[in-house]
């Protein structure tokens, strides 16, 4: 298990203020939260890609921070901006690859390039900004390791291969490996991943799909019913219409005849809980 406590960081101002995270295996993990809000930079500090910061990381039970032999477990996949890769060939970064990671399976991202269509003499200069997502994140698939975080892995794809990669980071975490997904693309994760945790400075959500499908309602009726109904909910949002109103809660709710309730998808969760001073409680 990988524990994350009080992590702060700051550049010219507050990137993540008091960020506390439990991760487990065998999990997917969906990592949201607006442009700019920390998603990337808890990744790195998660696998000690950043190690200047406040608070501890452990992974079961050891400190994280400088720990190369316990960095192992951890494979961030990134796409790597470094100039002097530009000209090498794909299977020249796979060797590479499978030299430095110690859980690396080499076979593996044989058949993932065959699925995917990549071509390992290919340079990687070459590829579409898509492509070369995708190539970094067949290494983070392969790498191994127990515990791999993706950031933004679906830029670019077409929804046949978001379909494949999706099927390929099911099948790993199947096999108890934990996933943590970083992106803006809400919506098609809401289908993939088993836990999520949404950052606005500090963790404002960190639930598992079930919790979020038995407290996150839509509700619609007049003002007098629901306020009746709804008193001491956590309500985190109102639409109003004449007499009528849709309010948006993350609570428990009993069904009632005199309520149209409905659930609130996971991108409306994220807006409302993004756009203002939300947080909530699990």
């Known amino acids: 298990m990988l524990n994350a406590q009080h992590i702060n960081k700051s550049y010219q101002h507050d990137v993540l203020t008091d960020v506390n995270v439990t991760l487990k295996p ?59 890769l530009e000209h090498q060939k794909l299977n020249n970064l796979i060797s590479f690859a499978a030299a430095s990671l110690p859980h690396f399976d080499a076979s593996y991202l ?25 190539f970094f994140t067949l290494l983070g698939l392969a790498s191994g390791a127990p515990y791999t975080f993706f950031d933004e892995p679906t830029a670019g794809l077409d929804p046949a291969n978001k379909e494949l990669l999706f099927k390929q980071i099911q099948a ?20 993939l991943v088993d836990h999520v945790l949404i950052l606005n400075a500090d963790v404002v959500l960190d639930a598992s799909m079930e919790e979020i499908a038995d407290k996150a309602f839509r509700v619609f009726g007049d003002q007098a019913t629901l306020d009746a ?12 219409f004449g007499g009528k109103s849709i309010v ?30 939300a947080h909530v409680e699990s």
């Open 26 to 84: 065998g999990t997917i993990y969906g990592l949201f939260g607006r442009n700019g809000i920390g998603k990337t930079t808890l990744l790195k500090i998660l696998s000690n890609h950043i190690v200047h910061y406040q608070g501890e990381v452990h992974l079961d039970g050891k400190v994280l921070k400088e720990n190369d032999p316990l960095t192992s477990q951890v494979y961030l996949s990134l796409d790597y901006t470094d100039p002097t």
């Open 110 to 134: 044989e058949q993932l390039m065959g699925t995917f269509n990549l071509n390992p003499k290919a340079k990687l200069k070459s590829l579409s900004k898509g492509t070369r997502i995708l």
């Open 229 to 240: 109904h709804l008193a001491g909910k956590n309500i985190l949002g109102r639409d109003t």
């Open 172 to 191: 790993i975490r199947d096999d108890g490996r934990c996933v943590v997904i970083a992106t803006h693309d809400i919506g098609e994760m809401e289908r």
């Open 248 to 277: 948006y809660i993350y609570d428990t709710l009993a069904p009632t005849a005199q309520l149209d309730i409905a659930p609130l998808s996971l991108k409306d969760l994220f807006i409302y809980l993004t756009g203002g001073n």
